[in-house]
């Protein structure tokens, strides 16, 4: 997948026919009932993120929504505003080459949808696709599913540009819960459809860490670290408020380029006034490995 290009025509359409506007709340956005199969990891062999004519030099993205019932904000503000900037600032400031994007919905596996996966896409698809995910609203406890998504990038993403040339795509969880301290075998089979087997999320973390930089987006609010994600991914964990979640494509462009060399001072400083101290805060002190030519110094 990932041919075409997103346009901010090809989103105005989208918007206009969809009936989004800044007044439409996360249950008017997101219309779904169910969960469709095409999202089921269980029927996902594999999502590719593969280079093209279009896009010779693809970088895979996953963004992992929590989309239990305290984080309808968090989906109303990416379906509405979010998704369309990061995806313009991508462009625009350029940190990757030929991104690709997938988008994830995370739940607990207690729930009916406890993960839900689109495809890599490099067009409209990557939006409409977002809109056709299933917010199925329950959950509410804590931690969440987040491992869940970095077994399937584990075992279920297969990536030209670790495969090709050694480069690393990119995860970024967000969401206002800690993570799991593991996930039972008995959970990878009902979500997977996979042969059981127990694994620590910091196994699963470092299992997805082979051929992505992972990172999770805190909205919790609190002042420590999520206790079980700074174990799983010490150093990665980006604190943002809630009032702040439209600064997320300023954040996650941010630690891209900080990963391929920029420095702190120049990333923070491409921003208006009003976002650098947010996005300043927010990625100060994370621990990077910076990259040149596609492998880590």
């Given at each position: 997948m990932g041919y075409g290009s997103y346009t901010s025509a090809d989103w105005s359409k989208l918007r206009e026919s969809a009936g989004i506007s800044e007044k439409s709340t996360a249950s008017q956005i997101f219309k779904k009932q169910g969960m469709e199969e095409k999202f089921n990891p269980k029927f996902v062999n594999m999502r590719e993120a593969m280079d093209s004519e279009d896009h010779p030099d693809s970088t895979p993205i996953i963004i992992g929504l929590d989309v239990t019932g305290s984080m309808g904000y968090?989906?109303?503000?990416?379906?509405?505003n979010s998704l369309h900037e990061t995806m313009m600032k991508l462009y625009s400031t350029k940190p990757v080459d030929d991104p690709q994007l997938l988008f994830a919905a995370i739940g607990d596996v207690s729930d009916r949808a406890p993960l839900q996966v689109t495809q890599f896409e490099s067009d409209i698809r990557i939006a409409e696709q977002l809109l056709d995910l299933w917010l199925e609203g329950r959950?509410?406890?804590?931690?969440?599913?987040?491992?869940?998504?970095?077994?399937?990038?584990a075992k279920h993403t297969r990536i030209d540009a670790y495969e090709k040339r050694g480069k690393k795509g990119f995860i970024f969880t967000i969401g206002d819960a800690d993570c799991h301290p593991e996930v039972r075998g008995s959970d990878i089979a009902a979500v997977f459809?996979?042969?059981p087997e127990r694994f620590t999320s910091k196994k699963?973390?470092?299992?997805?860490?082979?051929?992505?930089?992972i990172f999770h987006i805190d909205l919790?609010?609190?002042?420590?670290?999520?206790?079980y994600f700074n174990g799983a991914i010490p150093g990665r964990i980006i604190t943002l408020s809630k009032q702040n979640v439209s600064a997320i494509p300023?954040?996650?462009i941010t630690v891209m380029q900080m990963v391929n060399g920029k420095s702190l001072e120049d990333a923070v400083s491409q921003w208006s006034s009003y976002a650098q101290p947010i996005v300043r805060n927010a990625v100060e002190g994370l621990v990077l490995k910076t990259r040149k030519k596609g492998f880590f110094f």
């Open positions: 968090l989906s109303e503000e990416i379906a509405k959950g509410g406890d804590s931690p969440e599913d987040f491992e869940l998504l970095w077994y399937f990038a459809g996979d042969d699963l973390a470092e299992m997805a860490g082979e051929k992505y930089e919790s609010g609190n002042f420590t670290k999520p206790f300023e954040v996650i």
